[in-house]
């Protein structure tokens, strides 16, 4: 029998009656021939409110003790849909994390799966079961004790069991139906994807694309699971969403396939530091040590032994950033005249697989922005992205102009 | 190290506020030189919601997801209250009823505790924690399926964790500060006992004096653990509340213990059934069928072959009852002329372990009653107990009355 995952977000089984929609889209998958297993998140708000009581309770909190209370919205939504699926007359039964079991790490409030267990699943489809409907986000340690995956750890959870199983696609239901060329708040003439390829969905989704999980993509990547991506709130449709898929599978591809972006960039530059080998591990090595997650990174050329070294991170980092470079200089490991912090910089990103073959995307990229007057303070590129750091104020014009360019709104 | 079990209910851990206070008694137990086991309810209102949600998905619905999602209640409080210790800095982790692990029999929403596991508990307790905070109400089945013991079940569990672990007592936190003679709101020189006997527990709460659970009180007779009845509204007392014990344990003694009522009794009479062997059988067989608990039973003396039979049950039974008794009577399986049903009854108990070894009481009893004016209508008697039904318009009056003339505002 083929199989099928389904995750169903917070906001997908937010109330009963969505809980019984929810429901009515596995009747029908299960109507059309497969075996099916549901992931499901907690009912929104659910985990919001578990989360208050155990941060009020103790604002230091012990992770386990988190894990065991926050996971308890998830075992409740799954209990709902296995008894209103076997009201609709389907054999149906919830399973919790523990009982699949779903094998983690001990990292508790961020653990991550090491292994699913099978057996107890097929055997009930085995018994003319025909759908497993599964607690998200959760799993057990080594020790016993109930785990979670952190945020948005149902994604997760739902592409390992797709990919245990050897199912045939994971279908992420959510409130948005699909990813699209950018933003449509930003740009109106954004276009939904029909597919795109893992590692393009990797760039958008860690550029802030917050349709997916990044964790959850790689994973889906690694095991070669298809994804799709669609909104809960739709009509059925059986091509509806976007497919996140190997880039093989996808037969008519742009060059590029989306502009992301990323508002609360800051650009921190650290002139006139003395250039040495071993200079930029003096550098980031204090800084990761604090926690700052530094995005890009620029050196100038050296000039008389002393060099400009840039790099961006999130707004909310800088003073912990400035805290951390002061130390070290302090501490006689760097030497630099003066750190620059700029607050007002916003990131763009035109991201895509065609990008590997196709020349002059930097270029056209460059000129767009210029014929608007953007200034660019800071470009990285890789493999299948282009990134600058421009005045925030240009960030909405650089999109517009981007995705108008790059011919985004064209199939 | 002496062991202490410490059960809060549902309205002793409604709030965080709550939980703070009641873990300040469980701080206290701990300076005290005692290793704790908390046994909780779900946090007043929860169980109500969670059941809520599933009667609206499945009015019929499978007992085994009922307990899935009904069981998470009380693993949120155990979590909560496991965290508001460690914040005092006791060593403290919760526990589900799968971890321990509490093994109960299959019968899903009704199930019964088969055996706790000791040896992890102990392990830690072994290790320097000094309290497990156990989810009540729940435990797992031979199918590796979460259960539940039925409403009230965490008194269960508490007194089933005492006996398991050898605890010198078994503390019950609830609203109220104890067991009491009769009710106060009825008869205001009511008196908190400071000790009762496990047997005469049990006929006031099968009576209706709802402090305890009645399948807990059986438990603690079994094992012989000696159980306290307490408010968790009250300052900190050592000798607070009502101790429930063997009645060796309680040297000083009042005959009677205390006057107990029931408000909604109904009595029925079949008048001329036809007395021949296997009637009474003939008789109650279909109302138990048909689920009508019959209390007190009496059969008048035979005449020409004909007698009359009375019973009660409760008021919300009659029409089952006058139905299964139709039933039987078309069917011929019996034969009586007439079936009379008296809905304005009340049942009035005296109580006492002393009854035993004096003479009196029911002779006592019923002049008393006689005195008021109050006629009876059926008379039962235990070993330790008589019981009346008299028009409901008395009850009141009667129980005062027994109070005042058993010296029961004495000690």
Redesign the interface.
């Known amino acids: 029998m083929p199989l099928l995952v389904m995750k169903f977000g917070g906001t997908s089984v937010a109330t009963?009656d969505r809980?019984?929609r929810a429901s009515k889209r596995v009747a029908r998958e299960v109507a059309n021939g497969y075996d099916v297993i549901v992931v499901v998140s907690a009912m929104a708000g659910k985990t919001n409110e578990?989360v208050g009581?155990?941060e009020?309770?103790?604002p230091l909190?012990?992770a386990?003790?988190?894990d065991?209370?926050v996971a308890?919205g998830e075992?409740?939504t799954?209990?709902?849909m296995?008894?209103?699926l076997?009201?609709m007359e389907i054999p149906a039964?919830?399973w919790?994390g523990?009982?699949v079991p779903v094998k983690t790490t001990s990292a508790h409030s961020a653990a991550r799966i090491e292994e699913i267990g099978t057996e107890a699943i097929n055997a009930k489809f085995g018994e003319g079961f025909k759908v497993a409907v599964v607690a998200g986000f959760q799993g057990i340690s080594p020790e016993?004790?109930?785990t979670t995956l952190g945020r948005g750890g149902s994604d997760t959870t739902a592409v390992a069991f797709a990919a245990a199983f050897g199912a045939e696609r994971c279908d992420i239901y959510t409130d948005v139906d699909g990813v699209y060329t950018t933003d449509p708040r930003i740009e109106d003439k954004a276009r939904k994807l029909d597919r795109i390829a893992f590692e393009e969905m990797l760039e958008l989704a860690s550029l802030g694309a917050k349709v997916l999980q990044t964790r959850s993509v790689e994973l889906a990547m690694r095991y070669k699971v298809k994804l799709r991506v669609l909104s809960s709130f739709e009509e059925y449709d059986p091509n509806a969403g976007t497919l996140v898929c190997d880039e093989e599978e996808i037969v008519e591809q742009n060059v590029v396939s989306g502009v992301a972006y990323s508002r609360d960039e800051a650009k921190m530059t650290l002139i006139s530091v003395a250039d040495r080998p071993g200079i930029a591990s003096a550098i980031f090595t204090p800084l990761a040590d604090a926690g700052v997650n530094v995005d890009m990174i620029v050196q100038n050329i050296s000039e008389d032994g002393r060099t400009d070294m840039t790099f961006s991170c999130p707004v909310g980092q800088v003073a912990r950033a400035e805290k951390a470079l002061a130390q070290a200089k302090d501490a006689g490991s760097i030497n630099f005249r003066e750190l620059v912090a700029d607050q007002d910089v916003a990131k763009i990103s035109v991201v895509g697989i065609g990008m590997r073959s196709h020349a002059g995307i930097a270029s056209k990229m460059f000129s767009v922005l210029a014929n608007e007057g953007i200034n660019i303070k800071v470009i990285t590129t890789s493999e299948i992205k282009i990134s600058v750091l421009v005045d925030r104020k240009y960030m909405e014009l650089a999109v517009q102009a981007l995705h108008d360019a790059f011919d985004l709104d064209k199939v």
């Open positions: 009963l809980i019984a578990l009581w155990v009020e309770t103790s909190y012990d386990r003790e988190y065991a209370v308890s075992v409740v799954a209990g709902l296995a008894l209103r076997q009201e039964r919830s919790q523990w009982q016993g004790r109930v």
